[in-house]
């Protein structure tokens, strides 16, 4: 299964979680070891994974550069010449990365959109492409406590809601999305009464934002049900320039939603 690799100290467990969730949302998976730093021999599983993944990411602190666990992974992932992402939390800057590799977070905020669109990018030009499947797929994807899929093909779906936009008028379901179309503006709806997510756990209507990050170009609202729509979902759309914006909310919510993304990849049918 393809993955990306995080490597940090054990001081620094808890923002690799958070990092490692943050990367499920955007459908990347994240290969994360529960470790002992302490422990004298490297296990061989650790360099094993290394090499099997296509991205490497070392969370750099003060304790990370003391870590000869870390040291090793980053000396390792040099050596078989994996694409690396060094993400500064604390401290200085350590290792031969150059200062247009390194991503200074010492603010203690989750990198932005821009990291993962970047990541995104990268697997994207590293993995085999994608297949769409023929038919939708309307089954619930499984609950896990962290992500095992592959990057998305985010530009399938802005290649979908451009077609739609072209027709300027109708109703058309996109996998569980209603997508209204006019001569101004698409919106696009996700019935969803109770969200999940990867840990199992229901979120309160009130707190939707949550699930969705703290920032975003696209506006995404929830509205409670009403005479013509359940409880869901609303985002509403002016202009082409946003669309890919638009597929990453889109999928975002799907999984959030436990839906399988892949429905999104099959043909919209029209509604009445």
Partial sequence: ME?????????????????ADEFARWGITACIDERLDKLRNWPPSIPESIKACPIFIVIMSSEARKSSWVQKEVEYAKSIRKPAFPILLRGESWGSFTSSQILDIRNGQLPDRSFYLKIQE???????????????SKTKAPLQNSSERHAFPYQNIVETLISLAAKRQGRWKLGEYIIEVSSVTLTLRLADDQVWLSGGQAVHPNDKAKVLGQSQPVTVSYEQSNSQHRAGYKMTVYGASKYMDVAIEMIKLYKASGLNPNDLLAEPTRLP
């Fill in 122 to 136: 990268t697997l994207n030009k590293l993995r085999h492409p994608i297949t769409p499947p023929s038919t939708p």
């Fill in 3 to 19: 993955h990306i690799f995080i490597s940090y100290t054990q001081e620094d467990s808890k923002f690799a979680h958070m990092l």
